[in-house]
Nanobody
Framework: QVDLVESGGGLVQPGGSLRLSCAAS????????GGWYRQAPGMQRASVAD???????TYQDSVKGRFTISRDGARNTLYLEMNDLRPADTAVYYC??????????WGLGTQVTVDS
């Protein structure tokens, strides 16, 4: 079982920045890979960024150069640094964690709204 707590969402103006955090805890949360997904109203949930235990990252084309995913192993936390935010980035952002024991766990989501 892995429990995930996301934080850092909110309302920001276009061009602004936010940093999302996802803290993991539980019986077996040894990280192998994970990422951030987002879901806008009326849209399917889609991958934004992914990171492997060895640090290799991948990004959705629309966020390349603006978003950075990272992980703090000591704090069991995933981060998503988001810069130059655009209205199209408005969505609920979800953390995904894939532990060594198997399976895939999701946080409850945090709302990001980009609006002037």
């Amino acid at each position: 079982q892995v429990d995930l707590v996301e934080s850092g969402g909110g309302l920001v103006q276009p061009g602004g920045s936010l940093r999302l955090s996802c803290a993991a805890s539980g019986a077996d949360f040894v990280f192998t890979s994970g990422g951030w997904y987002r879901q806008a109203p009326g849209m399917q949930r889609a991958s934004v960024a992914d990171i492997l235990r060895n640090g290799i990252t991948t990004y959705q084309d629309s966020v390349k150069g603006r978003f950075t995913i990272s992980r703090d192993g000591a704090r069991n936390t995933l981060y998503l640094e988001m810069n130059d935010l655009r209205p199209a980035d408005t969505a609920v952002y979800y953390c995904n964690w894939r532990p060594l024991s198997g399976g895939s766990y999701w946080g409850l989501g945090t709302q990001v709204t980009v609006d002037s």
